[in-house]
């Protein structure tokens, strides 16, 4: 099956430093992928879909000058969290699908602690 | 945007005994409801899903039904086995996630 993998699984960070985490598709080309966020006990919350070469469509609330995605290439998107606060910790974790493909392949997740 | 409801939050059954997991959907745009299986510390998992155009799929002991008229669909889950212990979240155009079932299979 499709392997997507991320990068950092784990990060702790300073407050107002920024942290940047990868996605990446290991054996199909990518050319959607989606950041999510999820905290502890609860659901996945859709950040932003990304195309590849356009910009992210960030969802209504997701800060798109704190959460900045690339999408630059079939196999790698990108996310980076700008001026990390206590408040971003949490658990992202990116999804990618094929073109024409519904079923979306999920990375293993990123922890992020801002301290 | 898509608001996806899913009830219940948890749910315990004996082995063996089924499982129903209920979600709502807003947005009669929506034509993909995927569900999917998250064991704790892992990623979500798609098990089983649906389009719109019908009613009812079946893949060995799940099954998922969809009524596009009310916004509804349900996820089956039927001769439960310890190992089906997980959370389960519905979808609505593959990214808008329910809020989750907590779902403990008790041996």
């Known amino acids: 099956g499709a392997v997507v993998s991320q990068h950092p699984s784990w990060v702790i960070c300073k407050s107002g430093t920024s942290v940047k985490i990868e996605c990446r598709s290991l054996?199909?080309?990518?050319?959607?992928m989606f950041w999510y966020r999820q905290f502890p006990k609860q659901s996945l919350m859709l950040m932003a879909t990304?195309?590849?070469?356009?910009?992210?469509?960030?969802e209504q609330g997701v800060e798109k000058d704190k959460f900045l995605i690339n999408h630059a290439s079939l196999t790698l998107s990108t996310l980076t969290v700008t001026s990390a606060h206590p408040e971003d910790s949490s658990f992202y974790i990116c999804?990618?699908?094929?073109?024409?493909?519904?079923?979306?392949?999920f990375g293993p997740g990123t922890r992020l602690t801002v301290t | 945007g898509e608001n996806v409801e899913q009830h219940p939050s948890t749910l315990s059954v004996q082995e063996g005994d089924s499982a129903v997991i209920k979600c709502t959907y807003s947005?009669?745009?929506?034509?993909?409801f995927p569900w999917y299986k998250q064991e704790l510390g892992k990623r979500p998992q798609l098990i089983i899903d649906?389009?719109?155009?019908?009613g009812e799929k079946k893949d060995q002991r799940i099954a998922v039904t969809l009524n596009k008229t009310a916004k509804h669909f349900s996820l089956h889950i039927t001769e439960t086995q310890p190992e089906d212990s997980a959370v389960y979240f519905c979808?609505?155009?593959?990214?808008?996630f329910g809020t989750g079932t907590s779902l403990t299979v008790i041996p």
């Open positions: 999804s990618a699908t094929g073109q024409g493909v519904y079923e979306q392949y």
């Open positions: 054996d199909f080309q990518a050319t959607t």
């Open positions: 990304s195309n590849e070469g356009s910009k992210a469509t960030y």
């Open positions: 947005d009669s745009a929506s034509n993909y």
């Open positions: 649906i389009r719109s155009n019908v």
């Open positions: 979808a609505a155009r593959r990214s808008y």
